[in-house]
């Protein structure tokens, strides 16, 4: 079992910036990959980030592409969503995933054994 808590949400003026955190209890955080995907009023979950259980390997949606970062911190049993430029259409409810399957880096919702409870961003224009 792994239990999942996102911060860091908050409301943000378009062009800001903000930090999501994803703290992780439970069995060893290194045997996770991890993932974040958004959900936006009334749109299915989606896809944002993912990477691998060392930290090597990334991946990312397109539309945050050279905006988004995500990283972890294995001794903290930590990961992150460093959010940039944000933009309007950014505003969703953020969630941390876990995936057991720790040496593919999948983009589906389920596929994923772990999720957070989610952390709202709001972009205002």
């Known amino acids: 079992q792994v239990q999942l808590a996102e911060s860091g949400g908050g409301l943000v003026q378009a062009g800001g910036s903000l930090r999501l955190s994803c703290a992780a209890s439970?069995?060893?955080?290194?045997?996770?990959?991890m993932a974040w995907f958004r959900q936006a009023p009334g749109k299915e979950r989606e896809f944002v980030a993912a990477?691998?259980?060392?930290?090597?390997?990334?991946d990312y949606l397109d539309s945050v592409k050279g905006r988004f970062t995500v990283s972890r911190d294995n001794t903290k049993n930590a990961a992150y969503l460093q959010m940039n430029s944000l933009k309007p259409e950014d505003t969703a409810v953020y969630y941390c995933?876990?995936?057991?399957?720790?040496?593919?880096?999948?983009?589906?919702?389920?596929?994923?054994?772990?999720w957070g409870k989610g952390t709202l961003v709001t972009v205002s224009s």
């Open positions: 995933a876990a995936d057991a399957a720790k040496y593919v880096l999948v983009r589906s919702v389920h596929s994923m054994d772990y």
């Open positions: 439970g069995r060893a955080f290194s045997d996770y990959a």
């Open positions: 990477i691998s259980w060392s930290g090597s390997v990334t």
